[in-house]
């Protein structure tokens, strides 16, 4: 009988454990980032090594991207025409591809997912944005540091303020359409800023070669996009982007910039609201 007792012990213990291990491995999952973050917190972590991001809290979100927006305007799902897309239905391209709805969205995810642009996008609010399907096209973390590091630049350059603040003030008495002009020429500056910029950055935390001239001409081609600069466009085509790369990199590798002391960073992911966020420590 004690034999018995014994070995159904020793059982009850053996099913506990593997039980326990079980529900440690399943709340693991359940806890734990999408693999696309913890790859989005690798390359922060080293972006934040050598370069000063300041003090700014800054929040990143994966979403299932602009052409989600595209398929719900398709299926009826919100209102506008081709011109007004982004404005009427921009709440689908901010959907979370990592939740389940069970409405008709998870196709619309689905194929978004497939068909998206590797177009990422910093908001005023702090908050920068990737379609998850940039991540699936570009695994090399050389490549996707110049991309979070353009939006950053964005960011940290204030230039959605800059921009507005421009309009308001520096183009008083101009008709409306040389004030776009205007505007959208500034625009072109910004996105040439921001490639320097990520350059810099990029080469001060360590990654080599020059990838931001791979990653810039890789989004190019996967948005099939040859164009030229035009007066009524808010990007540089693509061979003035190129050339200007080029330069950037010849006087980077002439002039190799120093590190500069990083401000300490905690970072953390926030499943309810899909967002890592990234903000500043104390000393």
Not at 37 to 61: H, P, Q, R, S
Not at 150 to 173: D, Q
Not at 242 to 249: G, P, R
Request: aromatic fraction near 10%.
């Amino acid at each position: 009988m004690r034999r018995r007792i014994i070995v159904s012990f020793a059982a009850f213990t053996a099913a506990a454990l593997a039980a326990t291990a079980s529900g440690y491995s399943i709340w693991r999952s359940l806890s734990e980032p999408p693999a696309e973050y913890k790859t989005l917190e690798v390359i922060l972590n080293k972006l934040n090594d050598g370069n000063k991001l300041g003090k700014a809290n800054l929040a990143f979100m994966i979403t299932a991207g602009p052409a989600a927006s595209e398929l719900a305007w398709g299926r009826g799902l919100c209102r506008g025409n081709l011109e007004t897309l982004y404005d009427q239905c921009v709440f689908f391209s901010l959907l979370n591809p990592f939740k389940t709805y069970k409405n008709g969205w998870d196709e619309i995810i689905r194929q978004s997912y497939a068909l998206n642009s590797p177009n990422a996008w910093a908001h005023s609010s702090g908050t920068i944005l990737f379609p998850r399907s940039l991540f699936r096209k570009f695994n090399d973390n050389s490549h996707l540091a110049c991309i979070i590091a353009h939006e950053l630049t964005h960011e940290l350059r204030s230039h959605a303020f800059e921009l507005n603040y421009y309009y308001n003030h520096n183009l008083k008495g101009l008709s409306e359409k040389d004030k776009e002009a205007a505007s959208m020429k500034l625009q072109r500056q910004h996105e040439l800023k921001a490639d320097r910029d990520a350059s810099i950055m990029v080469f001060r935390a360590g990654f080599k070669g020059r990838p931001c001239i791979t990653a810039i001409s890789e989004v190019f081609r996967l948005n099939g996009d040859g164009s030229n600069t035009e007066a009524d466009s808010t990007h540089p085509g693509f061979d003035e982007r190129m050339n200007a790369l080029k330069l950037n990199y010849i006087e980077l590798e002439k002039n190799p910039p120093k590190q500069v002391k990083s401000v300490k960073r905690v970072m953390y992911y926030n499943k309810p609201d899909n967002l890592l966020l990234f903000t500043h420590r104390k000393n």
